[in-house]
């Protein structure tokens, strides 16, 4: 059989799952020069900027997959601590947070902000972490299929229930906590934290994790499964764990690949696809190349967003002159088309000549990392007020004036991305809008105006960094649709808020990764469970596409 799809991780990992089941052969087609699109190499914006870095994500946690890409060359640093959190105050020096897994140093860090805050912190983290693995089945399974369980034969019905065994087994861990646990899936992450803890910087801090790529407030209702979102990952057997990948993100694509490679998959870059092949029974038979190339196959398995697969790639009839879509169910594509892509992302990318120098946490003498270096560095979190009116702002078509900003310096722990010395440095900022007030489009002028607020936003925090800066990319909202097929610049293939969630992504009746073409499959981030770096959308399509192919 072929089998085709347009690149990211999940697809990768798909693609390696796949061959491993003996599928007869793989193909893999990327229109770009290297195997991923959000997790792939950048081009370097400075002498300082090299090695494989990726241009929009910044770290990963692939859980149980590790193991098998190191042995394909994926080296992971961990990061601990984790967080650092600098705050802009009148004391000398300004107090700061550094979360990590050691316990009492982190309750000791919460303490200087409130005493009660360090004795619930762990039992916090506790509640969060039985509430995680309770959904972990949910993850990697595909979701009920509930058409399926209502049609067919008896066989085929009992043969549908199984699907129901993640779900029984998530209800069963909840047990008596569901009530609580619900509440946390649909209130504002606000409302949780004010719950358990009465400090600002630490509330801050955690609810970063709830807003990051998605265009909310910590007030916007069903916020708080974002944050388990991103505490769903696993890294050396440690849950909520992320670190950074030895050469950069685009190590990890390379390592997917050979491990694919490996095992007799192809691999094939900048093969730009123009459109799915489709047989006269609508069923999927191959791809078309922009070069006319066709690549035929059984099977066919996108990575690409589902309003690229579904409204740009499926082919117009020729004997007909209908728009592409028109192959598709009617109400099918009105759902595509009403997926909330929004984003308020706009991704910097810095090459800086020395490490930045906090005023809560000054650099030592001789210039090398200090441990909050290796951290997700949280700017202007001294409160949630401060992330609220940074979103509000970017509601009304505004730039954030005061963004909130996660700066992390991967080459603090891999120094092989820069030279001696020199540093890259990944600013993740929001908010931003799509189109600017006014219906105004983003231009180089106005990319630099913000790009210039959050360099003075961090000097605040660390003066010197703006003389540091030897070159500086950019990339809004319209630049990651452009560039990698974003819809909306939306890191996730769309947002992860409960509405566009396991029975609804991407559209309900078609959560299981099969599509209204027979033999095309969704596998990247617009399936469920959604995006990060982590394969999960990958593995359980490849699960589904091998279960269909044993019966073609």
Same mark, same amino acid.
């Given at each position: 059989?072929?089998?085709?799809?347009?690149?990211?991780?999940?697809?990768?990992?798909?693609?390696?799952?796949?061959?491993?089941?003996?599928?007869?052969?793989?193909?893999?087609?990327? *229109? *770009?020069?290297?195997?991923?699109?959000?997790?792939?190499?950048?081009?370097?914006?400075?002498?300082?900027?090299?090695?494989?870095?990726?241009?929009?994500?910044?770290?990963?946690?692939?859980?149980?997959?590790?193991?098998?890409?190191?042995?394909?060359?994926?080296?992971?640093?961990?990061?601990?601590?984790?967080?650092?959190?600098?705050?802009?105050?009148?004391?000398?020096?300004?107090?700061?947070?550094?979360?990590?897994?050691?316990?009492?140093?982190?309750?000791?860090?919460?303490?200087?902000?409130?005493?009660?805050?360090?004795?619930?912190?762990?039992?916090?983290?506790?509640?969060?972490?039985?509430?995680?693995?309770?959904?972990?089945?949910?993850?990697?399974?595909?979701?009920?299929?509930?058409?399926?369980?209502?049609?067919?034969?008896?066989? $085929?019905?009992?043969?549908?229930?199984?699907?129901?065994?993640?779900?029984?087994?998530?209800?069963? /861990?909840?047990?008596?906590?569901?009530?609580?646990?619900?509440?946390?899936?649909?209130?504002?992450?606000?409302?949780?934290?004010?719950?358990?803890?009465?400090?600002?910087?630490?509330?801050?801090?955690?609810?970063?994790?709830?807003?990051?790529?998605?265009?909310?407030?910590?007030?916007?209702?069903?916020?708080?499964?974002?944050?388990?979102?991103?505490?769903?990952?696993?890294?050396?057997?440690?849950?909520?764990?992320?670190?950074?990948?030895?050469?950069?993100?685009?190590?990890?694509?390379? /390592?997917?690949?050979?491990?694919?490679?490996?095992?007799?998959?192809?691999?094939?870059?900048?093969?730009?696809?123009?459109?799915?092949?489709?047989?006269?029974?609508?069923?999927?038979?191959?791809?078309?190349?922009?070069?006319?190339?066709?690549?035929?196959?059984?099977?066919?398995?996108?990575?690409?967003?589902?309003?690229?697969?579904?409204?740009?790639?499926?082919?117009?009839?020729?004997?007909?002159?209908?728009?592409?879509?028109?192959?598709?169910?009617?109400?099918?594509?009105?759902?595509? $088309?009403?997926?909330?892509?929004?984003?308020?992302?706009?991704?910097?990318?810095?090459?800086?000549?020395?490490?930045?120098?906090?005023?809560?946490?000054?650099?030592?003498?001789?210039?090398?990392?200090?441990?909050?270096? $290796?951290?997700?560095?949280?700017?202007?979190?001294?409160?949630?007020?401060?992330?609220?009116? /940074?979103?509000?702002?970017?509601?009304?078509?505004?730039?954030?004036?005061?963004?909130?900003?996660?700066?992390?310096?991967?080459?603090?722990?891999?120094?092989?991305?820069?030279?001696?010395?020199?540093?890259?440095?990944?600013?993740?900022?929001?908010?931003?809008?799509?189109?600017? /007030?006014?219906?105004?489009?983003?231009?180089?002028?106005?990319?630099?105006?913000?790009?210039?607020?959050?360099?003075?936003?961090?000097?605040?925090?660390?003066?010197?960094?703006?003389?540091?800066?030897?070159?500086?990319?950019?990339?809004?909202?319209?630049?990651?649709?452009?560039?990698?097929?974003?819809?909306?610049?939306?890191?996730?293939?769309?947002?992860?808020?409960?509405? $566009?969630?396991?029975?609804?992504?991407?559209?309900?009746?078609?959560?299981?990764?099969?599509?209204?073409?027979?033999?095309?499959?969704?596998?990247?981030?617009?399936?469920?469970?959604?995006?990060?770096?982590?394969?999960?959308?990958?593995?359980?399509?490849?699960?589904?596409?091998?279960?269909?192919?044993?019966?073609?």
């Amino acid at each position: 059989m072929g089998w085709w799809q347009l690149p990211t991780c999940s697809g990768q990992g798909c693609a390696r799952l796949c061959w491993r089941n003996a599928m007869c052969w793989a193909v893999r087609l990327s *229109r *770009r020069r290297l195997c991923q699109a959000s997790s792939s190499p950048g081009h370097p914006t400075c002498s300082a900027c090299c090695g494989h870095r990726s241009t929009p994500s910044w770290s990963c946690s692939m859980g149980p997959a590790i193991p098998v890409l190191q042995r394909h060359g994926l080296r992971v640093f961990p990061r601990d601590p984790y967080s650092f959190t600098p705050l802009l105050e009148d004391g000398s020096p300004p107090r700061s947070l550094l979360l990590g897994n050691n316990r009492a140093q982190t309750q000791q860090q919460i303490a200087q902000f409130s005493q009660k805050d360090a004795q619930a912190y762990p039992e916090y983290e506790a509640f969060m972490e039985s509430l995680v693995s309770a959904l972990d089945p949910l993850l990697d399974a595909a979701p009920v299929d509930t058409a399926a369980l209502g049609q067919g034969s008896l066989l $085929q019905r009992l043969s549908a229930l199984r699907s129901l065994c993640p779900l029984l087994r998530a209800g069963l /861990a909840l047990g008596r906590q569901l009530p609580r646990y619900y509440e946390v899936l649909t209130a504002p992450i606000s409302k949780i934290l004010d719950q358990w803890f009465e400090s600002e910087p630490l509330k801050a801090t955690l609810a970063t994790d709830a807003v990051i790529g998605a265009m909310a407030s910590p007030h916007t209702p069903g916020s708080g499964y974002v944050l388990l979102h991103h505490v769903m990952g696993e890294l050396e057997g440690r849950r909520g764990a992320w670190g950074y990948v030895s050469g950069g993100m685009g190590a990890l694509s390379h /390592a997917i690949a050979h491990a694919a490679a490996a095992r007799g998959a192809h691999i094939f870059a900048e093969k730009a696809v123009s459109h799915v092949l489709l047989g006269r029974d609508g069923q999927a038979q191959g791809v078309v190349l922009q070069d006319g190339t066709e690549v035929r196959s059984k099977l066919v398995l996108s990575n690409a967003s589902p309003q690229i697969t579904f409204l740009e790639l499926i082919p117009q009839p020729l004997h007909r002159h209908l728009p592409p879509q028109e192959q598709l169910p009617k109400d099918f594509v009105q759902r595509i $088309q009403q997926v909330d892509t929004r984003s308020p992302v706009t991704k910097i990318n810095v090459a800086v000549d020395r490490l930045p120098s906090f005023l809560a946490a000054p650099n030592a003498r001789d210039g090398q990392p200090l441990p909050h270096h $290796q951290c997700s560095i949280h700017l202007n979190c001294e409160g949630t007020h401060l992330l609220h009116q /940074a979103f509000t702002e970017a509601t009304h078509g505004h730039p954030s004036s005061r963004p909130m900003i996660e700066l992390c310096i991967p080459s603090a722990l891999d120094s092989g991305l820069a030279p001696q010395g020199c540093h890259v440095v990944s600013l993740f900022t929001q908010y931003t809008p799509f189109v600017l /007030a006014g219906g105004q489009h983003w231009d180089e002028q106005a990319k630099n105006a913000y790009a210039d607020t959050v360099f003075d936003c961090i000097e605040a925090y660390a003066p010197g960094f703006k003389a540091s800066v030897i070159g500086r990319d950019i990339l809004t909202p319209p630049d990651l649709e452009r560039i990698f097929g974003l819809p909306g610049g939306n890191i996730f293939h769309g947002g992860m808020s409960l509405d $566009q969630l396991y029975f609804a992504r991407p559209a309900p009746s078609y959560s299981g990764y099969r599509s209204p073409v027979p033999g095309l499959y969704l596998c990247g981030s617009g399936a469920h469970p959604g995006g990060g770096v982590m394969g999960a959308a990958g593995r359980n399509a490849a699960h589904v596409a091998l279960q269909d192919f044993r019966h073609l």
